[in-house]
Each structure stands twice: as structure tokens, then as C-alpha cells.
């Protein structure tokens, strides 16, 4: 079975350029978080669809992230425009229903921006 | 808010026991993880334990959670080249959203 998946591995951009992730979680898995860790400090909590709506987006940083889930199943992260402050690793996870359930998370994504 | 503290660096022989400690903030009724991340790898679930145990043991691998001093901590046992990566402590609180606070890491380095 095919694990968490993500695209693309790197990116590097300029400041002001817009950039999209691509997170494909588990089929079957309702659950999709995203994650980022910043300049090597903790992992933060992004936001975390049900199927194709929201659930919780308490950690989106401000207006320039988008996160789409069209159709419950990819989901795609907007950011525009970048700045400096988001360059960082950025996670995906899903699981399935329920709250025991383990979350597995994508290889992330490592954006960089100058 | 949840807060998780991890000492950021961790270096052992290889053979000998690794030790990495890790502090959270409480909340009524949660899960404590700790994920391993390897070099260009995702995060990958070492193991957990639920609030009500004090430990929990898998293989070399042992869990000891203090709930009064709020404080987790992972014992490898004959630690190998292998196990070298960062490790991540994280609390899951039982809120709607289901998401988890992490620790920024521990970087192991396991020397030969």
C-alpha cells in the first residue's frame, strides 16, 4: 500500500513567487493534516481537513496560505506571496476516522525561499 | 496553549542505552508520541502511550511518562548506527481538531 505522498520534495523560490504543495494521503483516509517545521524548531500544526472540509484551521500563519482539498482526496497548499519566514519543511499526514487513530505523515516538502 | 520541550542534541556510543527526554504541558486526557525522522524520510511512529500508563515497553525500545512532573522519556536499549535521526516527542490533546504538538526534535548521533 502507498504511503503519504508529496510534491515536490524541494522548492526554491523567490520572495513575492507563489508556490503550491501537493499533499496524496492514504487512500481511504478521510483524515489529512498539514504540518510545517520552521528553521529547525518545532512542528507545527497547520490545518486538518475531513474529507473536503476544514476542520480545524487554527494554525494557517495568516492570509497568504490556502489550503484546497477539492473532492477529499489530494490536497494542495497555496502560498502567496512567499516570504522569507516561510521557508521550512511542510508535512502531510492522514489518517483514518476516529481519534486513536495514527496519523502517517509524507516525506514532506522543503521549501526555500530567497 | 500545549507546549512540548526536548533537549535539542544527543550523541551515544554505539551499544550503549540512549536516553531522550522530553517535557509537555498536561491536558485532561491525551496520547504522547514520540516519531523518529530519518534523513529525507517522513515522520515515522516509534511508539505511544496513553496518559493512564507509566510505561510501555517494545522491544529495544521502553516509554516511561511521569504525569506529575509531566515528563516522557524514550530508552533505546543497544543503540546501533541505524538508529541515528531526530526524534520527536508529540502530545495529541483530545480537542475537535485532533492534532498533535510537537517537540522541536532531538537530533541522535550514534558514534562507531
Known amino acids: 500500500e502507498a504511503g503519504v505522498t508529496q510534491f515536490p520534495s524541494h522548492s526554491v523560490i523567490e520572495k513575492g513567487q507563489t508556490v503550491t504543495l501537493r499533499c496524496d494521503p492514504i487512500?481511504?483516509?478521510?483524515?489529512l493534516y498539514w504540518y510545517r517545521r520552521v528553521m529547525g524548531k518545532e512542528i507545527k500544526f497547520l490545518l486538518h481537513?475531513?474529507?473536503?472540509?476544514?476542520?480545524?484551521e487554527s494554525g494557517m500563519p495568516n492570509n497568504r496560505f490556502l489550503a484546497e482539498r477539492t473532492g477529499g482526496t489530494y490536497s494542495t497548499l497555496k502560498v502567496q506571496p512567499a516570504e522569507l519566514e516561510d521557508s521550512g519543511v511542510y508535512f502531510c499526514?492522514?489518517?483514518?476516522?476516529?481519534?486513536?487513530?495514527?496519523?502517517?505523515f509524507g516525506p514532506g516538502t522543503r521549501l526555500t525561499v530567497l | 496553549g500545549e507546549d512540548v520541550e526536548q533537549s535539542l542534541f544527543l550523541s551515544v556510543r554505539e551499544g550503549d542505552s540512549s536516553v531522550i527526554n522530553c517535557t509537555y504541558t498536561?491536558?485532561?486526557?491525551?496520547?504522547l508520541y514520540w516519531y523518529k525522522q530519518e534523513p529525507g524520510a517522513g515522520l515515522q511512529l516509534l511508539t505511544y502511550?496513553?496518559?493512564?500508563?507509566d510505561m510501555k515497553q517494545d522491544q529495544r525500545l521502553t516509554v516511561l511518562l511521569n504525569k506529575k512532573d509531566k515528563h516522557l522519556s524514550l530508552r533505546i536499549a543497544d543503540t546501533q548506527t541505524g538508529d541515528s535521526a531526530i526524534y520527536f516527542c508529540?502530545?495529541?490533546?483530545?480537542?475537535?481538531?485532533?492534532?498533535?504538538?510537537f517537540g522541536p526534535g532531538t537530533r541522535l548521533s550514534v558514534l562507531p
Open positions: 499526514a492522514s489518517s483514518q476516522g476516529g481519534r486513536g487513530n495514527e496519523q502517517f
Open positions: 487512500s481511504g483516509h478521510d483524515n
Open positions: 481537513f475531513v474529507k473536503e472540509s476544514k476542520q480545524d
Open positions: 498536561d491536558s485532561s486526557s491525551t496520547y
Open positions: 502511550i496513553f496518559s493512564n500508563m
Open positions: 508529540a502530545e495529541r490533546v483530545f480537542n475537535y481538531g485532533q492534532n498533535f504538538v
